[in-house]
Every structure is written in C-alpha cells, then in structure tokens.
C-alpha cells in the first residue's frame, strides 16, 4: 500500500505502509479494502505498519562513490486502532 508516521496518539499518518490487518496480508489496495470490509465503526483491530526510521542518501554515483539512491531503514510496529465511521459518505452523484 501506499506510504502512511504515526503521530503520538498512535495514529497512522503519511509514511507508514500498511502491511497486515488482523493477520490478513495487505499487498495491495484490493486486500486493504477487502480485508476492512470484515469490520464495522466500533470494532478493534490490530494493524502492523512498516516504518521508516532513517534514511541514509547513496552519493551522486561519480567515481565509484555510491549509486546516487537513498536506502531506508524500515521497523515494524503493531498498531491496536479502534475502527471509527467515516465523518461523511461520499456524494458520488453529480
């Protein structure tokens, strides 16, 4: 899934990249969207996140000096998130 940090409260945020949801796979939206359709506003879930927790830049690729990409540093962390109703549905008639 596309990147989602986590803020203090525990909240996924831009950055962290969702790979498990009650034990079910996540690979790509489909699974996200088909494994959320288990659940309801109210239930508990626990969600494991990949984080980045530091980048190292690889050179500018002169000279033999490094390839010129980024490599990142990645931990996995366990989420419990209470599943809440979205504020409004979407208005998909227009």
């Known amino acids: 899934m596309r ?11 831009l950055g962290d990249i969702i790979v498990q949801i009650n034990g ?15 659940y309801r506003p109210g239930d508990k ?5 990949k984080r980045v927790i530091s980048v190292k830049e690889g050179g500018n690729g002169e000279g033999g000096r ?4 980024a490599t990142a ?5 366990i989420l419990n998130v209470k599943l809440k109703a979205s504020a409004s549905p979407v208005d998909t008639a227009r």
């Open 24 to 38: 079910d796979d996540i690979n790509n939206e489909a699974d996200l969207f088909k494994t959320l359709e288990k």
């Open 66 to 69: 490094g390839n010129g990409l």
């Open 73 to 77: 540093e990645t931990e996995r962390v």
């Open 45 to 49: 879930i626990k969600i494991v996140v």
């Open 3 to 13: 990147g989602t940090t986590r803020n203090p409260l525990g909240l996924i945020q």
